[in-house]
C-alpha cells in the first residue's frame, strides 16, 4: 500500500519542480532582455545570473528526486547501477547553480562586475554541456523499470528527451564562447544578455521536458496500478 501511494506522489512532486524550472528559465529570459534594452544592466544581469542560478539548483534537486525514486523505489534496495543513476552530471548542476548565485550576488554589490558575469557564464554553459543527457538518461532508466509496451506519452517523452539533450549542447557551447569573448572585453553589455537569453530559453525546453517525461511515466504507473489492483 506504501509504495503505490509513494510514487505517485513522488512523480507528481518531481513534475511540479520541472514546472518550476521552466517558470525560472521564463523569468530568466525576462529579466536578461529588460538588461538588454538598456534599463539597469548592472543591476538587471546579476539578479538573472542568480535566477538562473537558481533554477540550475531546483532542476538539479528534481532530477535527483526522480532519480532516486528509480534506484530505491520503497524498498530501499538499488534497482539500476551507480553507472545509470548520472550522479556526476547532477553535481555538476548543484555546483554550478550554487556557483552563478555566489557570482551574482559578488556582482550585484560591484565586486568586478563584468569578469565575474562572463565567467559565470562559462559555468553555466559548462554545466549544461555536461549534463546534457541527463534528461535522456532519466528516460531510458524510466523505460527500462516498467517492463511494459510503450505508450504514445512515453515515445513522446523519449523524443522531447533527446530533442533537449541535443539543444542543451548547443546553448551550453554558446553560452561558453559568448563567456569567453564577453571576459576578453568584447562587447559585454551586450554579450552578457544574449547569453542569459539563450541559457533561459534552453532550461525553459528542458524543464518542459522533465515535466512531460514524468508526467507522462506517471500517467502509465498510475494505469498500471489500477489494472492490476482490479485484476482477479
Not at 539500476?80 to 550554487?98: D, L
Request: glycine share 14%.
Amino acid at each position: 500500500m506504501s509504495m503505490t501511494y509513494t510514487g505517485p506522489v513522488s512523480a507528481e512532486a518531481a513534475a511540479y519542480g520541472g514546472l518550476v524550472d521552466a517558470v525560472g528559465g521564463i523569468a530568466t529570459i525576462i529579466l536578461a532582455i529588460i538588461a538588454l534594452s538598456g534599463l539597469r544592466p548592472d543591476i538587471m544581469v546579476p539578479i538573472t545570473i542568480i535566477v538562473f542560478g537558481a533554477a540550475l539548483l531546483i532542476q538539479g534537486g528534481t532530477m535527483l528526486s526522480e532519480y532516486a525514486q528509480i534506484m530505491f523505489p520503497g524498498s530501499g534496495t538499488a534497482t539500476a547501477s551507480p553507472e545509470q543513476f548520472g550522479g556526476s552530471s547532477i553535481s555538476v548542476m548543484f555546483f554550478a547553480g550554487a556557483a552563478g548565485i555566489v557570482l551574482g550576488i559578488l556582482a550585484l554589490v560591484g565586486i568586478a562586475a563584468n569578469p565575474l558575469i562572463s565567467v559565470a557564464l562559462i559555468v553555466f554553459g559548462s554545466a549544461l554541456l555536461l549534463s546534457s543527457n541527463a534528461v535522456r538518461a532519466l528516460y531510458l532508466l524510466q523505460a527500462s523499470r516498467g517492463g511494459t509496451p510503450r505508450t504514445g506519452s512515453e515515445m513522446l517523452a523519449g523524443e522531447m528527451a533527446s530533442g533537449s539533450a541535443g539543444v542543451q549542447i548547443l546553448a551550453g557551447l554558446g553560452a561558453i564562447v559568448l563567456g569567453i569573448l564577453a571576459v576578453t572585453g568584447t562587447n559585454p553589455a551586450v554579450l552578457a544578455p544574449a547569453a542569459l537569453i539563450v541559457l533561459g530559453a534552453t532550461v525553459v525546453l528542458t524543464g518542459s521536458a522533465l515535466s512531460g517525461l514524468v508526467m507522462g511515466f506517471m500517467h502509465t504507473t498510475a494505469t498500471t496500478t489500477q489494472q492490476r489492483s482490479v485484476a482477479p
